[in-house]
Structures are given as C-alpha cells and as structure tokens.
C-alpha cells in the first residue's frame, strides 16, 4: 500500500460527483410539493423510506431507527445506487465504479467505525462506552478490541471484493463471448449489487445497536 | 520452476481453497433456514432476511480468496 501526495480530482471522485448530483435533483423532484394523494416519483420516495426505516427498526428498535436513520439510509442509498452503476454502458472505461475501488470502499467504512463509536460514546458516556468492552467476559478483552479494530477491515473489503470481482468477471466474460456471457454475469450482479449494500448498512447497524447496549 | 508458474499456481489454489468452507457453511445455514421456514410459514420473511445476511457474511471469505488470487495474477 503506498501512500500518495497526489490530491488530483481521480475519475471514482468524478462519478461520486455525479451520483451527488442525480440523487439530489431527484430528491429535491420528490418533495417538492408534497400532496396527499401522492405522484410517482413521491410515491417511490414514500416506498423506499419506509422500507428503509422498518428495515432498521427490526434491528435497532423504531426509536433509535428514527433517530439515526440519515446515516443509515444514506449509507444505504449511496452503496446501491453506486453499485448498480455497473450495470449501465462503458462502466470501467469512461467512468470507474466508485465501490469498486478501495479508496471509497475504505472511506466508507471509516464513516462507519467512527459512527459506532462516537455514537456508544454520545449514548453511554466515555467511561461507560469503554467498560461496555467489558461486557461478556472481562479476560476477553483482547480479543474484544481486535475484533472491534478488524471490523472496518472486513467491512471495506467484503464491498470492495465483490463488487470489483463482479466487473472484472464481466470484462473476462466480454473478452470470451461479447454480449451474451456478460449479460448472464450482469444479471447475477442485480442481486449481488443490491445484497452487498443491504449487508454492509445491515452490519453497521447491528454494531451500532451493540454500541448503543441498551438492554431490552 | 519459473515465478511465474509458482504465482499462477498459488493463485489457482487460493480461490479454490477458499470456496470449501464457506460453501459448506452456506449450505448447512441455508438448510436450517429451509427447516425453520417449513415449520413457521409466518416468519418465513424475517428468516430469509437473516439466512441472506449469514449467507453474505460466508461470502465474504470467499471474495477474500478471490482478492488475493486477483493480487497474484496482476503480478505474474
């Protein structure tokens, strides 16, 4: 791993860049006049943010759901839509998948190690959120800090190994037989995509829930 | 032998190592999960849920292999 100086704007920085924008002209499109009888594209935004929200409430309760759902949901949304952007042409040539370089991957479980944290020390108290690692067994200990320090590992690398083994699987599939092959791969990537995103918000929040530690 | 049959075979064997465990884990978490599902039709959602969670958590050490045999072949 060899760390750079080189603050160039890369091309995964251009097509976050660009999914920021999509997401966000679409979501100010959405709730723009908020009526009643709601149009389509409301309606789709009603849909996916109450899924989102019972989703996260069967893991972490509703009201802490309710509480920390931005993180969450933003996780989530910017994970699938990033991942799925494999599926659209030139993926890998003219603009690189964002997850499916480390760098981002990395980045995002940074956000992630330090949402626990900052969320067990907001909720428990410096002093209480660190003897919390004492909680099953104090001799454990060890073993309980190195799990906590390898999960941002497991976490970047599970997303970043998956989506970039999807593309370069498609790219050998090209080179073999052009359009069909990839499109059998492509159509397994449609679940993949969408699973890999659902695991890692789904992993974030059951630490978060252990970091909250209260007992129901 | 040359480096670079000894890199090419390292990373044959690493992805196929990989795959033994977790598949083996997958299968025997998927057919719990069948059993569980067949006994309790109305918790069927929440038991896929948790099944496709496990499941992605076994994955993951596959795509670990992967990773590295991805690494090696870049270096032969």
């Known amino acids: ?13 251009i097509t ?32 996916a943010v109450s899924w989102l929200e019972d989703f996260f409430g069967g893991v972490l309760g509703k009201k802490n759901a309710k509480r920390y759902f931005p993180i969450f949901g933003t996780l989530f949304i910017f994970i699938v839509v990033s991942n799925y952007s494999g599926l659209l042409p030139t993926a890998g040539e003219a603009f690189i998948i964002p997850t499916s370089t480390l760098s981002v991957t990395a980045a995002l479980a940074v956000i992630a190690f330090f949402t626990t944290h900052s969320i067990g020390i907001s909720r428990q108290g410096p002093g209480g959120y660190l003897k919390s690692f004492l909680k099953p067994f104090a001799f454990l200990l060890p073993l309980t800090l190195l799990d906590q320090f390898v999960r941002p590992f497991s976490l970047a690398l599970r997303l970043y190994g998956n989506i970039y083994a999807d ?32 695991v890692f918000t789904m992993l974030t929040a059951v630490y978060v829930h252990e970091a909250i530690g209260e007992d129901e | 032998m040359t480096a670079s049959a000894l890199i090419a075979l390292a990373a044959a064997i690493a992805i196929a190592l990989s795959t033994v465990g977790p598949g083996i884990g997958q299968g025997i978490a998927a057919s719990k ?17 948790t ?22 072949i870049a270096k032969m």
């Open chain 1, 167 to 198: 593309e370069r699987v498609t790219a050998q599939l090209r080179e073999m037989f052009p359009v069909l092959l990839p499109l059998v791969m492509q159509t397994l990537s449609l679940l993949f995509c969408f699973i890999q995103a659902l």
């Open chain 2, 51 to 72: 099944m496709i969670l496990a499941l992605a958590l076994m994955e993951s050490l596959t795509i670990y292999g992967l990773l590295i045999s991805f690494i090696l």
């Open chain 1, 16 to 47: 976050i860049w660009v999914i920021t924008a999509v997401l966000t002209l679409l979501s100010i499109l959405a709730t723009r006049r908020l009526k009643d009888v709601p149009g389509p594209l409301q309606n789709a935004a009603e849909a």
């Open chain 2, 33 to 49: 999960a069948m059993e569980a599902m067949a006994r309790q039709p109305e918790m069927a959602g929440t038991i896929r849920t």
């Open chain 1, 1 to 13: 791993m060899t760390f750079t100086t080189d603050f160039s704007i890369s091309k995964p920085v």
